[in-house]
């Protein structure tokens, strides 16, 4: 089974492809919406089998326009994978999974993140790697990260063997 993990944007979404057993297949921090939509990603890594989505909060504060435009293509994704398993992950969600603390920032949530997988790779953070000798986490930066966090998040994985 893959999920496919996306962290919303406004006009770019940071993807990820994960295996059930949190094994990264493919990361991208920067995938344009509309190609996106138009299942470019699908024809490049598979037909995913489930969609889990980071979900935008109110918390009171007033927002821009930026936000509701990403709740748009929020709206578009899930349309796009309809009658597949999808499920809306929550920002919320992911920091009391990932870091156990809802005060997390994204810091945090990458350092537990990098805790979880096996530093396998070489350079200076072995989860990530180097070209020449690539950790599990290899390419997954940014936004890819967040995309990563909302699939553990939706599996409910804390550890990666």
Sequence with gaps: M??????????????????????VIEA?????????IRSEWVAHCGDPDVLAIEMIA???????ADVFDTCVWIGRFW??????????VYRRDVKLHICGDTRAKDANIRRAILDM??????????QIGTKKDPG???????HAMSALAVGLTHLGITEVK
């Excluded at 991208?28 to 996106?36: I, K, Q, S, Y």
């Excluded at 109110?58 to 821009?64: A, D, E, L, N, Q």
């Design 2 to 23: 893959s999920i496919l993990c996306i962290d919303p944007g406004p006009t770019t979404s940071g993807v990820v492809i994960l295996r059930e057993d949190g094994v």
């Design 58 to 64: 109110s918390y009171g504060m007033p927002v821009g």
């Design 79 to 88: 349309q796009e994978f309809c009658g597949r398993e999808s499920a809306l």
């Design 136 to 142: 599990p986490l290899y390419g997954v930066t940014s």
């Design 28 to 36: 991208v921090p920067e995938f344009g919406n509309d190609r996106l």
């Design 117 to 126: 997988y096996p530093p396998t790779g070489g350079g200076r953070t072995k």
